[in-house]
């Protein structure tokens, strides 16, 4: 792939004045050859798995970003899902010294996060399964880096209610365990998970990936914003088109990264996630993209529709640069993370209803949102049901990430700091799904699983 005078000056541009970044480089271990019947033998093995290579990620990453000057936010690890290595070991003592053997391991060798801390439970769940459940709270509690996810439905599985039942508590624990629930920023409930991709909290190393492969997450939300910008009296279809030429420019970047930076490590390239990842930084917002569309603030009617087509233009940009995108790869729509997310729900043009109807078009779902801490948990569980549910009828991923504060009520602030910002937090419905939701089971897959 040979890159021309012109996209390199193009870059260092974006790079200079649009806060474009490589936002994550994710290195994928399997850990299924670390288990031992021994325990303190197998957290000693996954602990040299996961340092030794986390070590040689940060090195060769570091040299990439003085080479070509573009910075690498984040250097992480995902892993298999841990449910399954701990299949002989399911006691929850042993899962949280699991987690600090990981965690300990990342934090040696410079490591931001480590994902894959879950379990794929879309059917049914094993005892490991749900002992992990169990254990979270602590684990939360115990680490600073391990990110946990549940992947409790899918559009050929349907969706597991029993799994989806055990999330408010666990949550509502977790908020109580950790300061200003912080802890439940490192949780997502997944539909359609996929196993390749690089951002937290998500990220897991799935079993059909090699055993170790690095994927690459490039964000350019300051990017996209500016050519709006220049751009405000053109149609919608012209829009449409200059948002896909500049996402193509910036996977062009990711996938030099990234592959460069696997030759290096002399491991298996994975993919590129090209996704609009908003953070607190001026000009690094998502919603002010919308909001340059035309929109007076995002929130009001006609979000939706810009929302989809930023959305359709990132993937087709992504798309036409790199045969390798995966991932999430689209637009992601946080509260606390996004400046401007958190003025529109300040100032009451956004709302939890909105937001829902938002993340059918997005490409995550319900993102780093706050909820009174005195939110009953199936409530919690209700709106998790919800958003999932519009993931597995329209065969597309969704996540939920809640933060139930403990003290807070709707109308109220909590502030993560850095680059989790600050989320307001946001009123919920008074009324209950509890009956409906303690009926349990599994929701059949729709028909349009039936494809075989």
Not at 5 to 20: D, G, K, P, R
Not at 125 to 135: A, F, G, K, M
Not at 357 to 367: E, I, P
Request: aromatic share 4%.
């Amino acid at each position: 792939m040979s890159i021309s005078v012109e996209e390199v000056f193009e870059t260092a541009s974006m790079i200079l004045h649009q806060n474009l970044d490589i936002r994550t480089t994710t290195l994928g271990i399997n850990l299924k050859d670390c288990i031992d019947n021994d325990f303190k033998t197998f957290c000693a093995k996954v602990y040299r798995k996961i340092h030794e290579n986390a070590q040689r990620l940060v090195k060769e990453a570091e040299k990439l970003e003085i080479k070509y000057g573009i910075p690498i936010v984040n250097k992480r690890i995902s892993v298999t899902p841990v449910s399954l290595i701990m299949e002989t070991h399911p006691t929850s003592r042993k899962f949280v010294e699991m987690a600090k053997a990981i965690d300990r391991a990342a934090g040696d060798a410079g490591i931001d996060f480590v994902g894959g801390f879950g379990a794929s439970v879309q059917k049914g769940l094993t005892n490991s399964d749900r002992v992990l459940i169990e254990s979270l709270p602590e684990v939360f509690a115990a680490t600073e880096r391990v990110c946990s996810f549940l992947n409790v439905g899918t559009n050929v599985a349907g969706m597991n209610l029993d799994a989806i039942n055990l999330i408010g508590n666990m949550l509502k624990q977790t908020a109580s365990k950790t300061e200003n629930a912080i802890g439940c920023a490192k949780f997502v409930a997944f539909a359609n998970a996929p196993e390749d991709n690089p951002f937290m909290a998500g990220a897991f190393h799935g079993i059909g990936e090699p055993d170790i492969t690095l994927n690459i997450g490039v964000s350019g939300p300051g990017v996209v914003h500016s050519v709006v910008e220049k751009n405000r009296d053109c149609d919608l279809t012209e829009l449409s088109e200059i948002i896909k030429r500049t996402v193509f420019k910036i996977t062009r970047s990711g996938e030099l990264i990234g592959r460069e930076l696997a030759e290096n490590l002399d491991i298996q390239f994975g993919i590129v996630d090209i996704s609009l990842a908003p953070t607190t930084a001026k000009g690094d917002s998502v919603a002010e993209i919308i909001e340059a569309f035309g929109i007076e603030s995002i929130g009001a009617h006609g979000t939706t529709m810009a929302v989809a087509l930023l959305m359709d233009a990132v993937k087709k940009g992504g798309a036409m640069a790199s045969g390798n995108v995966g991932g999430l790869s689209g637009t992601f729509i946080p509260i606390s993370e996004d400046s401007g997310m958190m003025r529109a729900v300040k100032r009451g043009a956004l709302d939890l209803n909105k937001l829902e109807a938002l993340t059918s078009v997005c490409s995550v779902g319900l993102d780093m949102f706050a909820v009174p801490g005195d939110t009953p948990a199936e409530v919690i569980n209700a709106i998790i049901a919800d958003e999932l549910s519009i993931g597995v009828i329209n065969n597309k991923t969704t996540a939920v990430r809640v933060i139930p504060v403990p003290g807070k009520k709707a109308g109220e602030s909590v502030d993560f700091g850095g680059l989790l910002g600050e989320a307001p937090v946001m009123e919920v419905s008074s009324y209950s799904a509890k009956n409906f939701l303690k009926r349990g089971g599994r929701i059949p897959a729709p028909i349009t699983s039936m494809r075989n």
